[in-house]
């Protein structure tokens, strides 16, 4: 008897391999093409679960949040409706309304750098299970033009999901930086603006919700290169920026637009000291964003420096707290790690004092770390503590100028 596959009933000679199973045998052709089917029948069923919604009410994303992210309670707030909205949005797109269509709201988190939007990002699709990636602006430029395309933003995308498709497609992805595409003048660019108004334009095509091809292993687009069709209409984009000296041009609009009866009145109720919370869709217009990339980010929200109270409780109080990672690192080496209350008011002090906000807090740890991370389990040591005294010592002047700006 000649040893065929039983599916396309070709002998041994005839494939390159013929795998043999309990009554008969499959080649190598037949089984890659049954492994394909399998696949698209997953992912047809790697839809948007409406479940997910029961227990992630707006209520229950913010409570969420305040587990890994101190104060900001407006951007919060924003985000989680923003978020149930769109989830909700998938939940009903099978409920066919002719006189209602919603639309998705992506969202513009502005604030300085470490005060929390990547890590409210991140958060929620921990929450939410969903894939998530991170982009950085600066690297984007037009087709054709050093650096990488738009459509390396999806390539990431795909790649968190482990290439699903369908989960993709529900996915959140963040871009950092968005305010150093700005275009370079206040008027539209008479010549080629590469990293600032051609990515702007370039993005928005994701953020509108189109059918885009994407380069699996990411890279330039080539003719001849396959490519993985993927839609961002459920897509839910979240970008964020320091737009650093955007305050003026909301000091400018305010100025102005306060006048006639009552205008000192007014004019007193504005907090000068953080006019980041008065920000609105033509002050982003006046930084250098172009008019159609805000209407598709129509949920816009802002996020306040964090103040030394705030940084403090950074330090201590959330589940991934930098303090509770250290004790955990000490704790493995049978270290007993503790700090001073007089260390940490020092450390929020230097952060506070250049304007480092909550990520530059780890560098400053870091600095204060390194030796007794390296010393102490060497040593045998059972017992660590930090002192503000030793903190002094370990930041001293020359080191402290690293953070100037």
């Given at each position: 008897?000649?040893?065929?596959?039983?599916?396309?009933?070709?002998?041994?000679?005839?494939?390159?391999?013929?795998?043999?199973?309990?009554?008969?045998?499959?080649?190598?052709?037949?089984?890659?093409?049954?492994?394909?089917?399998?696949?698209?029948?997953?992912?047809?069923?790697?839809?948007?679960?409406?479940?997910?919604?029961?227990?992630?009410?707006?209520?229950?994303?913010?409570?969420?949040?305040?587990?890994?992210?101190?104060?900001?309670?407006?951007?919060?707030?924003t985000v989680a409706v923003a978020v149930y909205n769109h989830y909700k949005r998938l939940s009903v797109k099978h409920i066919k309304r002719d006189d209602v269509d919603i639309e998705k709201s992506n969202i513009i988190l502005i604030g300085r750098t470490?005060?929390?939007?990547?890590?409210?990002?991140?958060?929620?699709?921990?929450?939410?299970?969903?894939?998530?990636?991170?982009?950085?602006?600066?690297?984007?430029?037009?087709?054709?033009?050093?650096g990488e395309d738009v459509e390396s933003i999806l390539t990431r995308l795909l790649q968190s999901a482990d290439y699903d498709t369908a989960s993709a497609e529900h996915g959140i992805v963040f871009i950092d930086e968005i305010d150093k595409i700005a275009?370079?003048?206040?008027?539209?660019?008479?010549?080629?603006?590469?990293?600032?108004?051609?990515?702007?334009?370039?993005?928005?095509?994701?953020?509108?919700?189109?059918?885009?091809?994407?380069?699996?292993?990411?890279?330039?687009?080539?003719?001849?290169?396959?490519?993985?069709?993927?839609?961002?209409?459920?897509?839910?984009?979240?970008?964020?920026?320091?737009?650093?000296?955007?305050?003026?041009?909301?000091?400018?609009?305010?100025?102005?637009?306060?006048?006639?009866?009552?205008?000192?009145?007014?004019?007193?109720?504005?907090?000068?000291?953080?006019?980041?919370?008065?920000?609105?869709?033509?002050?982003?217009?006046?930084?250098?964003?172009?008019?159609?990339?805000?209407?598709?980010?129509?949920?816009?929200?802002?996020?306040?420096?964090?103040?030394?109270?705030?940084?403090?409780?950074?330090?201590?109080?959330?589940?991934?707290?930098?303090?509770?990672?250290?004790?955990?690192?000490?704790?493995?080496?049978?270290?007993?790690?503790?700090?001073?209350?007089?260390?940490?008011?020092?450390?929020?002090?230097?952060?506070?004092?250049?304007?480092?906000?909550?990520?530059?807090?780890?560098?400053?740890?870091?600095?204060?770390?390194?030796?007794?991370?390296?010393?102490?389990?060497?040593?045998?040591?059972?017992?660590?503590?930090?002192?503000?005294?030793?903190?002094?010592?370990?930041?001293?002047?020359?080191?402290?100028?690293?953070?100037?700006?």
């Amino acid at each position: 008897m000649i040893d065929k596959c039983s599916f396309c009933e070709r002998d041994r000679n005839e494939v390159n391999m013929l795998i043999s199973g309990a009554e008969g045998y499959i080649c190598d052709e037949c089984a890659e093409k049954a492994m394909d089917i399998v696949k698209a029948e997953l992912q047809e069923t790697h839809d948007f679960d409406p479940e997910i919604l029961k227990h992630n009410k707006p209520k229950d994303i913010k409570r969420f949040i305040d587990q890994y992210v101190v104060d900001q309670d407006e951007a919060k707030k924003t985000v989680a409706v923003a978020v149930y909205n769109h989830y909700k949005r998938l939940s009903v797109k099978h409920i066919k309304r002719d006189d209602v269509d919603i639309e998705k709201s992506n969202i513009i988190l502005i604030g300085r750098t470490g005060t929390g939007k990547t890590l409210m990002a991140r958060t929620i699709a921990r929450m939410l299970d969903v894939p998530f990636t991170i982009v950085d602006a600066t690297v984007l430029t037009e087709a054709g033009y050093v650096g990488e395309d738009v459509e390396s933003i999806l390539t990431r995308l795909l790649q968190s999901a482990d290439y699903d498709t369908a989960s993709a497609e529900h996915g959140i992805v963040f871009i950092d930086e968005i305010d150093k595409i700005a275009r370079k003048g206040d008027n539209p660019s008479i010549t080629r603006d590469v990293s600032g108004e051609g990515v702007q334009q370039a993005i928005l095509k994701l953020l509108e919700g189109s059918v885009v091809n994407v380069p699996p292993q990411g890279g330039r687009k080539h003719p001849e290169q396959r490519m993985i069709p993927v839609n961002t209409n459920n897509i839910l984009f979240i970008v964020g920026g320091a737009f650093e000296g955007i305050e003026k041009n909301i000091a400018n609009r305010l100025n102005t637009k306060v006048v006639g009866y009552g205008a000192q009145q007014q004019r007193e109720k504005i907090d000068k000291n953080n006019l980041i919370k008065y920000v609105t869709s033509e002050d982003l217009r006046a930084y250098g964003l172009i008019p159609e990339i805000i209407g598709r980010l129509p949920v816009v929200s802002y996020l306040n420096e964090l103040s030394k109270d705030a940084l403090k409780r950074i330090l201590t109080e959330p589940k991934n707290s930098l303090i509770k990672q250290y004790k955990y690192l000490f704790e493995i080496d049978d270290i007993e790690f503790s700090v001073q209350k007089e260390a940490l008011d020092y450390i929020v002090d230097v952060a506070a004092k250049y304007k480092l906000g909550a990520r530059g807090l780890r560098g400053i740890c870091e600095n204060i770390m390194t030796d007794a991370m390296f010393e102490l389990p060497s040593n045998n040591a059972k017992k660590f503590v930090l002192t503000e005294k030793l903190a002094k010592d370990k930041l001293q002047i020359t080191n402290l100028e690293q953070y100037r700006k």
